[in-house]
């Protein structure tokens, strides 16, 4: 039996260890540091940092990390070992403040999009003392940000941390307008749910697609998907069971709040979900929980795919990331509240997201990028590529109320007047009914469900963040100057719905007259990443970045070719890999099987069987036919591959795999998966999608 509060953090160097190990005076000094995300004096930070080292070296560990997140999307660590040599010959263990602060990691292999270019290689990587230290594999990890020298962000984690401090400082400013004193901070919280398949571990070693990609690249459809939709919330398998229970487990030791799990709706797939917390904590604790994923997959023998798309035909994998905002004295800023002017200040939230989500369609768009989610989105099981939002029947009678001056409950014919209403409370579950949306009000908090599973949820939080930031500055530049406060109040929120209702869509964003009608309005269709990624640096985009020193120019710039490359190099591994497989082991397969009907043939027509009327003739033509197309498609694919070389420039080649390497990759899949239909099973040189979904028991 698990003692859960015992195990709880037992890895983590919280506030409890720290209360427990630290001198006061430190303790409180470190403290103050954390709320207010200020970084520690040298002096300090030895003093931490060797109460940390023997905390450490009491639990196993040897080696410190500072441990990051670079534009790879995985983290990155560096281990060194706490070893210091002593006079006598020997050894003893050492860890300075200075390393806990700072280290020096080599920055040049690392994507820097054109960065490098200009700036040095070296880089330097900051401990975020906001989030805990950590023990992993023996190894104390230091959440850490990653910059070059001349101050460029390298990683995830430092833009993120930028964007909270500008929504704190605007978000504080609208709250000391309704006459908030209290409030020292404002946060943005997280709670990611995650998707995942597992497989058995040996039949995932069996396809290359697999091994390279994280996706399967051929496929026939097994008899049975999930059209009996009888995996969503079923029983859990006892060998599913025994891996989440020690996932779990993992996840609290190391102070991650584990949550809810569940079978999703394809076979094999599943759902993690946390507890939320503070979002840079959060998007620590989400790139942990997909490493563990992997890691525990791998002890029961099994494989956790976090790719968004693994397998045709049924559901792909996504994280859905609730975002709310909330004061350091406890109050959710989208959770209506129980007095006037707590709606009103609600209903002013509310506007800003709505506005933002409106104003930056394109920059959210951007934050889901990635050429596995391109499989999803547009596709008819994820939201669609277009951005819009839900807000449901309730909040939605308010709003049309406010607009035109009427009142909601349409009892007496008075007129909606904010600050002066009680709103009614809105139930989550009668909220929540429309899955289909991007991005939907769920009671008191929002949930953007375009993320792929495997994407860090720093940029869409980075992008969140920063858009409800500008909106809010706005809304506080004109109230602040206004004399008559309710009065400039109910003009803007009436002014922003009218203006911006056009983003919120309470239908099923699956439909075709969806699409015809989000045109209609104007939004934005950005069904691909190279057709989103443009918009990032636009001029919009840049003026919004730059205004509040989220991105530099020359930053938003590198991702944006980082972004492009990444697509490119996703495509190239791709088609490569469909190319090898089908030289190298489909077609012989599919040779060889015919080789076996026409010997039957040949066998009969010697005992003076009059083939002509056999049906193997038949297998054998088809089979015939389906082996030229098969190298015919594979070396348009070679021939497509070896176009890239004559497109100049980053977009254009992004452009033109998305157009013509993808869909020569599509001719291959289709021929390949026909063959897979008709070769019997001792020829098929991979598992099929029968057995990678429904092999687990
Ligand atoms: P569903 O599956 O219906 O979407 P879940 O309960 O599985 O809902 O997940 C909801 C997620 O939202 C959880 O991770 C939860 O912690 C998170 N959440 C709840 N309140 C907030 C909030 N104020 N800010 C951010 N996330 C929140
Ligand atoms: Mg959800």
Known sequence: MVNVPEIFGSMVFDEQAMKERLPKATYKLMKKSIAQGKPLDREVANVVANAMKDWAIERGVTHFTHWFQPMTGVTAEKHDSFIS?????????????????????DASSFPSGGLRATFEARGYTAWDPTSYAFIKEDTLCIPTAFCSYSGE???????????????????????????????TRVNTTVGPEQEYFLIDEELYKQRKDLIYCGRTLFGAKPPKGQEMEDHYFGTIKPRVKAFMKDLNEELWKLGILAKTEHN?????????APIFTTTNIAADHNQLTMEMLKKVAQKH?????????????????????NWSISTDTGINLLEPGESPKENAQFLLFLAAVIKAVDDYQDLLRVSVVGAGNDHRLGANEA??????????????????????????????????EIGVHVLPHFFKDTTDRNRTSPFAFTGNKFEFRMLGSTVSVSGPNIVLNTIVAEVLDQFADELEKATDFNAALNALIKRTIVNHKRIIFNGDGYSEEWTKEAEKRGLLNLRTTPDALPYFISEKSIKLFTKHNIFTEVELNSRYEILLENYCKTLNIEALTMIEMARRSILPAVIEYTKNITDTLTAKQSIGIDISKCKEKEVVEELSYITSMIIENTEKLENALIGVKDIEGIQNEANYYKDTVIAAMNELRVVADRAEVIVGDEYWPYPRYGELLFSIL
Do not use: W, Y
């Open 383 to 416: 939201p669609p590529a277009i951005v819009s939002m839900f807000v449901g029947d309730e909040l939605q009678a308010i709003l049309d109320s406010i607009e035109k001056g009427t009142d909601f409950e349409q009892k007496d014919k008075e007129e909606m």
């Open 264 to 272: 999703e709706v394809a076979p094999a797939q599943h759902e993690l």
């Open 85 to 105: 040599p002593s006079e006598d010959g020997r050894v003893i263990m050492e860890f300075s403040g200075k390393e806990l602060i700072q280290g020096e990691p």
């Open 301 to 321: 023998g099994m494989t956790c795919l976090l790719h968004e798309k693994p397998f045709a035909g049924v559901n792909g994998s996504g994280k859905h990331n």
């Open 153 to 183: 962000a390298l990683d995830k984690k430092t833009p993120l941390l930028r964007s909270m401090e500008v929504i704190n400082t605007q978000a504080l400013r609208i709250l000391r307008l309704f006459g908030d004193t209290d409030t």
